[in-house]
């Protein structure tokens, strides 16, 4: 059975995005069968194309899974040209074709599935090309930074470019972003704050004295995890447009003079 058989056939029996991932179709289709061959992505997509034309994914659900395989393939064929593979445990297939690091490849498709945003869609797609050549990051690394990346807003990816190409070794003071927010009924300042202290919880920012009291976030820096997921993400790729606004938002509540 080739992969068009294969796919044909599970649709129909009526295999549906929500009782399995689309790394579950076919062997053929893992992620390490990928990392060697991103042409098989196209199956990915007539797959997508199929559960949309039977109504067992919306459009708009399509539309982010695609996206998601356009990132991977992208990222798979640049590091084909730029990259060794990795030859540990995490690709080497078990019996029945799977490998470790579909676990990982599961997980972060059904996130972009079920993630409502859709600029995120692209750059997950873009971690999940990364994994077959990420040779200094075991599956238990691999899978934290895949919870992490379901739980970033597309913003937070935005604020996270930011740190590294503004203030890659430099902390910012959030001291008067918060009497600003205290002051002010501003809801986009507001907002900029709770994902602010969101990215420092997960620890994309690190934190740094002198601590405040009464401060929220004080002065934090971008961590090396944040660092890793900047690469892993590729998020140098991320709109301008959209980069610039995050940090013209950082520019104005950090630079607030209380009267």
Not at 126 to 151: A, C, E, H, R
Not at 182 to 205: Q, W, Y
Not at 249 to 254: D, I, S, Y
Request: glycine share 6%; hydrophobic share 35%; with cysteine.
């Amino acid at each position: 059975m080739n992969d068009k058989e294969a796919i044909d056939a599970y649709v129909d029996g009526g295999l549906g995005m929500a009782s399995a991932a689309i790394s579950l179709i076919h062997p053929t289709l893992s992620i390490a069968a990928l990392a060697v061959q991103p042409v098989l992505s196209n199956q990915l997509k007539k797959f997508l194309y199929h559960l949309a034309g039977i109504n067992q994914i919306t459009q708009r659900e399509c539309s982010r899974l695609e996206q998601g395989i356009d990132g991977m393939t992208e990222t798979l064929q640049e590091n084909m040209s730029n990259s060794k593979l990795r030859t540990d445990s995490l690709l080497r297939p078990n019996s029945n074709g799977f490998c470790d690091a579909d676990d990982i490849f599961e997980d972060l498709i059904n996130s972009i599935k079920q993630d409502s945003e859709n600029k995120k869609a692209k750059f997950c797609g873009n971690f999940i090309g990364n994994i077959p050549y990420s040779t200094d990051l075991n599956y238990s690394n691999l899978m934290q930074y895949s919870k992490v990346i379901s739980q970033l807003t597309y913003t937070e990816l935005c604020l996270l470019n930011n740190f590294y190409k503004n203030y890659k070794d430099k902390s910012v003071d959030f001291g008067k972003a918060e009497i600003y927010v205290k002051r002010t009924e501003d809801p986009d300042a507001s907002e900029l704050l709770v994902e602010i202290t969101h990215m420092r919880n997960i620890g994309l920012l690190n934190s740094h004295p002198p601590y405040n009291q009464g401060e929220i976030i004080g002065k934090v820096s971008l961590s090396f995890y944040g660092e890793r997921l900047f690469t892993l993400m590729r998020l140098n790729l991320l709109d301008r447009k959209d980069t610039n606004r995050t940090l013209g938002e950082v520019w104005r509540v950090t630079k607030y003079l209380s009267l």
